[in-house]
């Protein structure tokens, strides 16, 4: 048992019902009010008086205004309610609320109360629920709230939208998040007079017709089918209510017309929040205009309000929680272990308590600020899951957040330049200098070498024609920048992404870790695996990893399975092997990976002092480091870092070119191919992360261009001359820009980054033939 010093919760606007769904169904909105609860030093005192705080962005509301400050406080009773039912005396607290949402407006206000309640006192207990067990907390959490609005209490708690239903065999309260379309918008009419829920509900009729009973149960069933496939146009008819809305109309009776003025503006659906009196409008793209119109509607009809534009909230109620300031020191400053650290801990009262460094870790991992989240279907999971694909087959992401926003980018800039001047690793490496962009977690110990030191060289034609200009003249760019991933301890880009993975791995308790490679990844992992005491066990497409690869992956202690096939059969047997036996996998499905690498971005505007080039161009094979680059660019980009996108060029082998097949035929879908090239490092057929990479090239306006064999081996045969060197699979950016340029598509003053993977010696064979295709094509 431990106790923070500070426990933050924020808790959604909830609106229950959306038309039909009267009393199931919930929907989570971007409006919060958030508790926070200080605990006082001194003894657990037997009758608290607590000191509550209550702040608002509402003005005089006087629905705020007379919430009550002392022991009636909702929020304050739950709370100790909740303490008591866990055994835990309640402590002496400041409470600081600060009101986001009105009450009595139909949206969810005493739901946050209570869900934000329980969770505080469980966290105070040191149970940090990860966001899948949150439903274990709804039915606490319904008994607790006064009108039993267990659809408002089930969306605050899970987020998203959630369907909500009371079983009588058990008597227990049911909840299952319900999938709806990503960009939707609320547009939530708010007046300044409240409803009174309970009064509103003595309106409806204690019997319903038959007809109006089917009525509703087919339009909820509708509503819920159109959200799931996204038909927005089917949402708006869905809407319709015949259980609650028509009887509340009675006391609301310019509802109909704001109704209608919603819809009339483009608004999918609209209808009464929960009790009211508050107005919901679901919109894609018209958010400005339906706003307008309804505060147009209201004015007309002499209605007092404000109109807010919101989003959907699809993480529920978050909890953040501080300790004392041992604990909150991390990333492996070296001055001591989590461990060493946290047992000395002293909780307010001055009793020493014992906190193990897992149930630190745990809090963190299961802190539903940073989710697992699937692009596709939206829906999210904690980061202590660790098959890392969604339940709809799509690899899942890492859900930071707000991550960064806390800065503007010019602090960022200065921030991460001061620790070009530190002596400590975590701050030398150049993927642990960005670890406040990459992976907040203050827990993980970086297990780094470190890596990311490469350098960027200058090889443009504006530097001459000898030496590394070489290249330059062979692409015929003026600007053109190296830079050489090969350079990192492993000798390829991988080393970025395994630092910060095989740290995760460590974090979360693996014990054995696997891939399935072409080569550079097994390397890697195997590498980073011994440092981090791990077992490795890498799967590799038989006779088909170059020599260099395979030798590094032997030497570190790998244990090194070769598969009958290629490496997309590979893949799979390593999917499948991982999840039968509990093995941690460290492929590019896993989406630490994807974080670390996204530092090659941060890493390359540092080295041009944040003037942002116009092109970047990498070889492309599985996309992970497509998609990498291309995440970290618009992070950098979004924060202010830089002042404009860099467009990425992805560049893959003939042999091996579904991405560029797809690029070309204007993305509609993905056609695995059977991949044959001598760039062994880039031979797949059937990539993984190409939904992630397609995302990039299109939000970055970037090119997938495909190479042949021979332009492969005659670049490299350029840049090993230039005293460079890589091996082959890296070469095809600047085979690719060579193309590019003498198209016209690249102008010879654009300033180009080209990225170089891999090292040399990774495949020592191509050497020679590289230089017996450059000597025919002279
Ligand atoms: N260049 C090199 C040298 C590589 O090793 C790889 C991938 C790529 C480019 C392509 O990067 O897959 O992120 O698009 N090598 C993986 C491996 C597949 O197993 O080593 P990607």
């Not at 600060?98 to 969810?108: A, D, F, Q, V």
């Not at 307010?348 to 989710?371: W, Y």
């Not at 990039?696 to 230039?722: F, P, Y």
């Amino acid at each position: 048992m431990f106790s923070p010093s500070r426990v933050t919760v924020r808790v959604p606007a909830t609106s229950a019902n959306l038309g039909p769904g009267f009393d199931c169904l919930g929907l989570a909105l971007k409006q919060h009010n958030i508790f926070e609860i200080q605990l006082l030093p001194g003894n657990v005192l037997d009758n608290p008086v607590p000191l509550i705080e209550i702040s608002s962005t509402w003005g005089d509301d006087p629905a705020i205004a007379a919430l009550p400050r002392d022991q009636r406080n909702l929020f304050y009773r739950v709370f100790c309610e909740r303490l008591t039912a866990l055994g835990i005396p309640v402590p002496a607290v400041h409470i600081r609320a600060g009101i986001g949402i009105p009450p009595g407006r139909g949206l969810g206000s005493s739901a946050t109360a209570v869900v934000g309640g329980i969770l505080a006192a469980e966290a105070l207990a040191g149970r940090v629920h990860a966001t899948y067990r949150r439903v274990d907390l709804l039915n606490v959490a319904v008994e607790l709230e006064q009108g039993r609005h267990a659809d408002n209490v089930a969306a605050a708690l899970l987020g998203g939208l959630v369907v909500v239903a009371q079983s009588e065999q058990d008597d227990m309260w049911h909840a299952i998040q319900a999938s709806i379309p990503a960009g939707l918008h609320a547009v939530v009419f708010v007046p300044v007079f409240s409803m009174d829920t309970i009064s509103g509900r003595a309106l409806l009729p204690h019997h319903y017709t038959r007809n109006h009973a089917v009525h509703n149960v087919g339009h909820v069933a509708l509503l819920l089918a159109a959200l799931a496939s996204g038909d927005l146009q089917g949402i708006g008819s869905a809407m319709d209510d015949r259980m609650h809305e028509p009887y509340r109309a009675q006391i609301f009776p310019e509802l109909p017309h704001l109704l209608l003025a919603a819809r009339q503006a483009g608004a999918a659906g609209a209808c009464l929040s929960g009790a009211g009196s508050a107005i919901l409008a679901l919109t894609s793209e018209r958010a400005q205009e339906v706003a307008a119109a309804l505060e147009q509607a209201a004015h007309s009809l002499g209605l007092d309000g404000r109109v807010l534009i919101t989003d959907i909230d699809h993480h529920g109620a978050t909890v953040e929680v501080d300790y004392p300031e041992q604990v909150r020191e991390g990333y492996g400053d070296h001055q001591g272990s989590v461990a060493e650290r946290v047992s000395i801990l002293r909780v307010p009262g001055g009793a020493v308590q014992e906190i193990t460094p897992k149930d630190v870790e745990l809090m963190i991992a299961t802190d539903s600020r940073f989710t697992l989240s699937c692009g596709n279907c939206e829906k999210h999971f904690p980061l202590t899951r660790t098959d890392y694909r969604c339940n709809c087959g799509q690899p899942l992401g890492i859900d930071h957040g707000n991550t960064g926003d806390e800065m503007d980018g010019q602090t960022w800039r200065q921030g991460f330049d001061e620790r070009l001047h530190s002596l400590n690793p975590v701050d030398r490496s150049g993927v642990w200098r960005f670890r406040e962009l990459l992976l907040p977690l203050p827990a993980i110990t970086p297990i780094t070498r470190p890596e990311g030191l490469t350098n960027l060289y200058p090889a443009g034609r504006e530097w001459g024609s000898r030496g590394h200009s070489r290249i330059g003249d062979f692409v015929g760019l003026d600007r053109l920048w190296v830079k050489h991933e090969g350079e990192n301890p492993t000798g390829s880009f991988k080393d970025r992404g395994m630092t910060v993975a095989v740290s995760v791995a460590k974090w979360l308790g693996a014990t054995a870790v696997a891939c399935a490679s072409t080569g550079n990844t097994s390397a890697s992992m195997a590498a980073y695996a011994a440092q981090a005491d791990l077992h490795a066990i890498v799967l590799l497409p038989e006779g088909k990893v170059a020599a260099g690869k395979l030798a590094q992956a032997i030497a570190y202690g790998a244990e090194i399975r070769h598969v009958p096939g290629d490496f997309d059969r590979a893949m799979v047997d390593v999917e499948r092997m991982c999840l039968d036996q509990g093995i941690y996998l460290l492929n590019s499905l896993n989406p630490f990976r994807l974080l670390g690498q996204q530092s090659l971005a941060f890493d390359i505007l540092q080295q041009l002092q944040w003037d942002a080039p116009d092109w970047i161009a990498l070889p492309a094979g599985n996309l992970g480091n497509t998609s990498a680059l291309g995440m970290g660019l618009m992070c950098a980009y979004r924060l202010g870092m830089i002042t404009r996108l860099p467009r990425i060029i992805s560049i893959q082998a003939a042999g091996a070119n579904p991405f560029y097949a797809s690029y070309r035929d204007g993305f509609t879908g993905l056609h695995p191919v059977k991949a044959h090239t001598l760039a062994t490092a880039i031979n797949i057929g059937n990539p993984v992360s190409f939904q992630r990479a397609r995302a990039v090239i299109r939000a970055t306006r970037g090119i997938v261009a495909q190479v042949s064999d021979d332009e492969i081996l005659c670049a490299k045969a350029t840049i090993d001359c230039a005293g460079i060197g890589c091996e082959p699979a890296s070469a095809a950016s600047i085979a690719g820009l060579r193309q590019l340029t003498t198209q016209g598509i690249i102008h010879p003053s654009d300033r180009v980054v080209a990225i170089l993977t891999g090292n040399l010696l990774k495949d020592p064979d191509a050497i020679m033939l590289a230089r017996q295709v450059a000597f025919s094509a002279l």
